[in-house]
């Protein structure tokens, strides 16, 4: 399977990086909080074996431009993200998003309704009051992610301690690697989120999916999610943590991929 790599530019002159792998329904993913598209290695072929599937990094993040002179926020990301689809021709996807991708994911099926096939929530949470705070060490570890000391506590948090012993490429791939300015802007925008009243309105089929020992994102926050998106559907995985989506890959995947088969676009 081979895939393309380019990027688009935005209204606001700011270059968005993107790449595409695999044929069928197109599926888009977002990325979590200050990382790149390589959060996504090894869900990503799995997906892409039965999906187009297409990656984008949020400005700040990879290959995309990191413009400092402003706030960031999830509708300008999800503004990016319409960019990228217009510019390949992708008029309804279905969208995967992950943490904070979660976030921008539910703005787009609530803003966007008509881009938007079936949803996938992954790992995220409402925002605003409503949602289930984090342990304030959790955070701290959030907001140091980037320093030795960070990179240390990120990994059990993402992870069980040995999987995350026995996988250090995965567990550097979920380490922010863009300008410290710009991550805190993706702090800043993820922080602002509050969905609570978008949610209803969601029409996209949705698939709420969670670790049951997630810190920096309290399972608490699936059950949410799935009460509050009309007719959700609520897979909670036992004995994972925030990065599910790898240490639990074989079953996460496979009910991902299934659920899309059941609502093709």
Request: proline share 7%; glycine share 12%.
């Amino acid at each position: 399977m081979s895939g393309s790599v380019s990027h688009v530019t935005a209204s606001d002159g700011t270059r968005i990086w993107y790449d595409v792998l695999g044929e069928g329904d197109p599926l888009l993913l977002f990325n979590g909080q200050a990382l790149d598209h390589e959060m996504w290695d090894g869900p990503h072929a799995a997906l892409a074996e039965r999906h187009r599937v297409i990656r984008t990094d949020f400005r700040g993040t990879g290959g995309s431009d990191a413009p400092l002179g402003s706030p960031y926020s999830l509708d300008l990301f999800v503004q990016d993200a319409l960019a990228v689809l217009d510019a390949l021709g992708v008029e309804r996807t279905h969208v995967y998003g992950f943490s904070m991708g979660g976030k921008v994911a539910q703005r787009m099926a609530a803003t966007a309704p008509e881009r938007v096939g079936a949803l996938v929530l992954g790992a995220t949470a409402p925002g605003g009051p409503n949602e289930v705070e984090r342990p304030h060490e959790s955070t701290l570890a959030l907001r140091q992610a980037s320093t030795a000391a960070g990179a240390e506590k990120i990994g059990p948090l993402f992870y069980t301690p040995r999987w995350a012993a026995e996988h250090p490429d995965t567990v550097a791939r979920v380490l922010p690697r863009g300008p410290l300015r710009a991550q805190r802007l993706h702090f800043g925008a993820s922080s602002g989120h509050d969905g609570w009243d978008l949610l209803p309105n969601v029409q996209a089929p949705t698939l709420v999916v969670h670790g049951e020992d997630d810190e920096l994102t309290p399972v608490g926050n699936a059950a949410l999610l799935a009460e509050r998106i009309p007719d959700a559907r609520l897979l909670v995985l036992p004995g994972l943590r925030h990065g599910y989506l790898h240490e639990g890959g074989a079953k996460a995947t496979r009910e991902v991929l299934d659920f899309l088969a059941a609502h093709p676009l």
